[in-house]
């Protein structure tokens, strides 16, 4: 059974900096596509980044220049580093993965395992 933890949340001032890891547990096989994406309350989950196994990265509008994703096959773990943090960031953060079949992009319907998310609270 693949499981994926989360850590690395935590409360920070804007400005300040966090990097949110991705534990990947349970199955030898790499994801070929990974991503981050987040809720706020009273909000819709909105896609942040995401990474396929060649390396090619995608982000979405409100986070580019600020977060960056990577990951670390041999550790079988998936990274968000976030710079420059802003209130609006605030939100729960989940990471994501499929195997395959379609494009790498956080709007694709195929991410089918989901972690249980880590809070990040960036206050003013």
């Known amino acids: 059974q693949v499981q994926l933890v989360e850590s690395g949340g935590g409360s920070v001032q804007a400005g300040g900096s966090l990097r949110l890891s991705c534990a990947v547990y349970?199955?030898?096989?790499?994801?070929?596509?990974m991503g981050w994406f987040r809720q706020a309350p009273g909000k819709e989950r909105e896609g942040v980044a995401a990474?396929?196994?060649?390396?090619?990265?995608s982000y979405g509008d409100s986070v580019k220049g600020r977060f960056t994703i990577s990951e670390d096959n041999a550790k079988n773990t998936l990274y968000l580093q976030m710079n420059s943090l802003k209130p609006e960031d605030t939100a729960m953060y989940y990471c994501?993965?499929?195997?395959?079949?379609?494009?790498?992009?956080?709007?694709?319907?195929?991410?089918?395992?989901w972690g249980r998310g880590t809070q990040v609270t960036v206050s003013s």
């Open positions: 349970g199955y030898s096989a790499s994801f070929y596509c």
């Open positions: 994501a993965g499929f195997y395959g079949g379609d494009a790498c992009y956080t709007s694709s319907q195929q991410f089918d395992y």
């Open positions: 990474v396929d196994t060649d390396g090619n990265t």
